[in-house]
């Protein structure tokens, strides 16, 4: 059914409410400005959408008999196990925070397994390990600070992870005993993000990383009888490295690295003279990942091909070529060997799969799938497929238009269509052609054509495009969307009086940016967890990310450098906003805290413009809660009907 006929009597009270001086109401943990009641029918309406669950891959039990996933059967996503392919999801973690992902000590001791989890979207992840038959849970952090990247050796002798204080950007890399790790030991403490990225097979010393940017990082070895520290591949080049493997010999690594390159490649590192092996040359798209078998021997890497992933399978020491699963096209977000090296999981999503996973058994050549989430009883092939396309930009690229890509979900007819432009966060990211059950409501019951823009800065199209929006060229991003504007305008199935721009996080500050630039070419815009002023962001953002966003946004403490972040700011522009906008919030988020969305809905509002407003207090950078993303989910239904006019 159609939401027009249950929606007009909600949008005519919220017409009302909006004539009206707007309240700020408060029920449970929601906190509302100008959002109607959900109708019940519209309730009922969204319920199977709402519904729809996914599951993903966390680990292998140690005997290789079963897997570990995260999947949510109540308000939040929980780890379960599976004992056989669509077998019984047994659940493990009952919190009501999410806990979603997991691994096992890897040894043949009682079931233990490491988790981290937050407080209301806090991110002041505290680590636990979990006795499986008992159920039981042990936190081995101080409760206080920022703890991540747990990590256990081969055997599961040790254990290292990072922390970091709220406020701090120095962060400490500490190690203790995997089997009750109270007594940890710091082998660094400095500022910059650091990392646990790995022990030797002989556990004498640990690999740890230092991100800098998505463009620079450093490895480092530490030796952990002397706590001597010595740099991996020290180079005056600006080198960006993924994950990382021992070989089996602790001899040389295996990395992901853009060195010499402009996409990722896979590469094998000798640690004692520096020289390196290209193992997936020849592909000129990013390897976004790999997996290695405890053995060493065999090698699974994952690439990320114009946003669609691709597996491969390799010989460790040769490099030579295995057989390696015909897949569907998919996007993977995880993979891991068993402990015997003989199978291969794998968490797919795609259209019209909303997350499962598969297992690959490398002797027998056999695809199995191991799980199949509910799709709110939905048939699956009655999902929108995506189609790629791509509109010429304001620059040039090699002495031509350069190009700009996205994936279009196109509802049925000829239109034309109301638009939805979602825009993705990071701004180190991309938009894939995974799962979306709010993307195929849309298309279906709003009949919104929805695109997905990977705008420059972008990751997945090589190093030169992720730094196109860099410092002060951060509004050329923001001209990619007004050319796919244009794009839209020649389009007859697209509606260009009905286009509505949202997007999270980086995506909405885009939304505010696009909208101050182009509010006349606009219905409205929707801002989640957005930066609307880069200096007041840069200022309050959590300590230990400050230094990780100046190179992305610009240092603020430069006097040019913040008259020129106040300049392009939203806020600075928010008089230009004449259309409706809706801002979502978190009010627990460290990254880009409550009082962004608070300083913009006071702008807008002042200037006598319609805003609505939702904030969970029990939230952080996005809602993870299942009744929070509900409510968001039914006002955003509200809202978009509202102003494309259904």
Do not use: C
Not at 4 to 24: G, M, P, T
Not at 237 to 262: P, R, T, W
Not at 285 to 299: A, E, S, Y
Not at 306 to 315: E, F
Request: charged residues 20%.
């Amino acid at each position: 059914m159609r939401i027009a006929a249950i929606v007009s009597v909600a949008v005519a009270a919220a017409a009302l409410a909006w004539a009206a001086d707007v309240q700020r109401v408060e029920r449970g943990m929601l906190v509302t400005e100008n959002v109607p009641e959900t109708p019940p029918a519209l309730k009922d309406t969204l319920l199977q959408y709402q519904n729809v669950r996914g599951a993903s891959f966390a680990d292998w039990t140690p005997d290789g008999k079963s897997i570990l996933i995260a999947t949510r059967f109540a308000d939040t996503a929980q780890l379960h196990r599976v004992d056989m392919p669509l077998g019984l999801r047994r659940q493990l973690t009952f919190f009501p925070e999410p806990v979603g992902s997991g691994t096992y000590r890897p040894d043949n001791g009682p079931r233990t397994i490491l988790y981290g989890k937050d407080r209301g979207g806090d991110e002041n992840f505290q680590l636990y390990l979990m006795d499986e038959r008992e159920g039981a849970s042990t936190m081995f952090t101080d409760g206080k600070s920022r703890n991540a990247a747990g990590t256990f050796s081969d055997d599961g002798s040790l254990i290292a992870w990072s922390s970091v204080a709220k406020d701090s950007q120095k962060y400490k890399i500490l190690v203790a005993n995997g089997r009750a790790p109270k007594e940890p030991r710091v082998v660094l403490d400095e500022e910059g993000a650091w990392f646990p990225r790995g022990f030797s097979p002989d556990n004498t010393k640990l690999l740890v990383g230092k991100s800098v940017s998505v463009n620079e990082s450093y490895l480092y070895l530490i030796d952990l009888k002397t706590g001597t520290r010595t740099q991996v591949n020290p180079s005056p080049k600006q080198i960006s490295y993924g994950n990382v493997e021992f070989a089996a010999d602790g001899q040389s690594l295996y990395v992901v690295s853009d060195e010499d390159s402009e996409f990722s490649r896979l590469v094998r590192v000798n640690l004692k003279d520096n020289s390196k092996t290209a193992l997936s040359g020849g592909i000129d798209w990013d390897v976004d990942g790999f997996d290695i078998t405890l053995d060493r021997k065999t090698i699974a890497y994952v690439t990320n091909e114009a946003g669609v992933s691709r597996v491969y399978m390799i010989d460790a020491a040769s490099g030579a070529k295995l057989p390696a699963p015909e897949l569907p096209t998919a996007v993977f977000s995880g993979a891991g060997f068993s402990p015997d090296g003989t199978k291969l999981a794998l968490s797919l999503t795609n259209a019209q799969t909303s997350g499962d996973v598969w297992v690959w058994d490398l002797k027998a050549r056999k695809l199995t799938r191991w799980t199949e989430s509910e799709v709110g009883g939905i048939d699956p092939s009655t999902f929108v497929q995506p189609t790629l396309v791509s509109w010429p930009t304001f620059d040039q690229a090699g002495g031509k238009p350069r190009t700009i890509t996205g994936f279009q979900y196109l509802p049925p007819g000829p239109g034309p269509h109301p638009v939805l432009i979602t825009i993705h966060g990071g701004p180190e990211a991309q938009s894939q052609p995974g799962f979306s059950s709010n993307t195929q409501m849309l298309v279906k019951k709003l009949g919104m054509a929805v695109i997905l823009p990977n705008v420059r800065g972008s990751t997945g199209y090589g190093k030169t495009f992720v730094n196109l929006d860099n410092g002060r060229l951060r509004e050329d991003s923001v001209k990619d969307i007004g050319a796919l504007l244009d794009w839209i305008a020649t389009q007859p199935s697209l509606d260009k009086k009905r286009v509505v721009v949202s997007g999270g996080s980086y995506g909405g500050y885009m939304s505010y940016a696009v909208m101050t630039t182009y509010n006349d070419r606009l219905a409205a815009g929707i801002s989640v967890v957005g930066i609307s002023n880069f200096v007041t962001f840069l200022n309050n953002t959590s300590g230990y990310r400050k230094d990780l966003r100046r190179v992305e946004y610009g240092d603020e403490r430069d006097p040019e450098m913040a008259k020129f972040l106040q300049t392009i700011s939203p806020l600075t522009n928010a008089g230009k906003i004449t259309k409706p906008m809706f801002i979502v919030q978190g009010l627990n988020d460290p990254r880009v805290p409550y009082t962004e969305a608070e300083q913009m809905l006071k702008a807008i509002r002042a200037n006598g413009q319609e805003v609505w407003f939702m904030m969970a207090k029990d939230e952080g950078h996005g809602f993870a809660k299942k009744s929070n993303q509900n409510a968001q989910q039914e006002a955003t239904v509200l809202f978009l009907q509202k102003v494309i006019g259904k």
